[in-house]
C-alpha cells in the first residue's frame, strides 16, 4: 500500500535555529498538508497546499513558518527560527483529492522536533 | 465549520464491540463524516467514511441516521490492539472545499484483557 514518508523520524535543533522537516507524498495525490501535535494534545491543522501555493492556513502557520515543494516529489515544512513551544510531532499527510468533502487523507508517521 | 462532540474515553473489553457516538448538529448539505483512528506516536489512520444510512469496511461500520446529527462508528468484536483515539471529522471545511480537516479531542479507547 501506497504510504507518505516523512524524514527524519527525530530532530533535536538548539532554540534560535532553522529547521526542515521532509515529507514524500503518496505519488498521485495533489493535495498536501501539514499537522503538528504536542505531546498529549490534538492533532493540529498547520497549512495545506494545493497547486503549488497555500490553500489554508491556520493561525500558528505564522511568517517562522514556510512550505514548499521543491520538486516533483518532496513537500517541505521549514520553521526559520525554532522556539521552544515549537517541540511537538509534525505530520505530513497528504489526499487525492479536496474539494468535495469526502477526501481521506493519509498520514505519515511523523517527525519529532525537539527545541533545546 | 460542522462542531462535533464525542465523549473523552470509553473503555472496553477484549471481543465486545464498541460503539462511539459523535454529534454533529449544524452539519451542513455537503458536509462528509470521516473517522480517524490514532495509535501514540503514529499519524492518524482513515477509518470509514460515510454521508447517510450505513457503512461498512472490513474494519468497522458506521451508523447515519436520517437527520445525519449524530453519527456511531461501531468496532465489532474489539482486541487489545485497537486501544487508540478514534476522531470524528465533518467536513468539508475551509474556503473552498476539503483543505482544512481540523480534528478535535477525540475519544481514547482502552481496551482491556
Known amino acids: 500500500e501506497p504510504e507518505v514518508t516523512q524524514t527524519p523520524s527525530h530532530q533535536v535543533t538548539q532554540m534560535g535555529q532553522e529547521v526542515i522537516l521532509r515529507c514524500v507524498p503518496i505519488s498521485n495525490h495533489l493535495y498536501f498538508y501539514w499537522y503538528r501535535q504536542i505531546l498529549g494534545q490534538k492533532v493540529e491543522f498547520l497549512v495545506s497546499f494545493y497547486n503549488n501555493e497555500i490553500s489554508e492556513k491556520s493561525e500558528i502557520f505564522d511568517d517562522q513558518f514556510s512550505v514548499e515543494r521543491p520538486d516533483g516529489s518532496n513537500f517541505t515544512l521549514k520553521i526559520r527560527s525554532t522556539k521552544l513551544e515549537d517541540s511537538a510531532m509534525y505530520f505530513c499527510?497528504?489526499?487525492?483529492?479536496?474539494?468535495?468533502?469526502?477526501?481521506?487523507?493519509?498520514f505519515g508517521s511523523g517527525t519529532q522536533l525537539s527545541v533545546l | 465549520l460542522a462542531k462535533t462532540t464525542q465523549p473523552i474515553s470509553m473503555d472496553s473489553y477484549e471481543g465486545q464491540e464498541v460503539n462511539i457516538t459523535c454529534s454533529h448538529n449544524n452539519i451542513a448539505t455537503n458536509d462528509y463524516i470521516t473517522w480517524y483512528q490514532q495509535f501514540p506516536s503514529q499519524g492518524p489512520r482513515f477509518i470509514i467514511q460515510g454521508y447517510k444510512t450505513k457503512v461498512t469496511n472490513e474494519v468497522a461500520s458506521l451508523f447515519i441516521p436520517a437527520d445525519r446529527k449524530s453519527s456511531t462508528l461501531s468496532l465489532p468484536r474489539v482486541s487489545l490492539s485497537d486501544t487508540a483515539v478514534y476522531y470524528c471529522l465533518v467536513g468539508p471545511t475551509g474556503n473552498t472545499g476539503g483543505f482544512k480537516t481540523i480534528f478535535g479531542a477525540g475519544t481514547r479507547l482502552f481496551v482491556k484483557a
Open positions: 499527510a497528504s489526499s487525492e483529492g479536496g474539494t468535495g468533502g469526502d477526501e481521506k487523507l493519509f
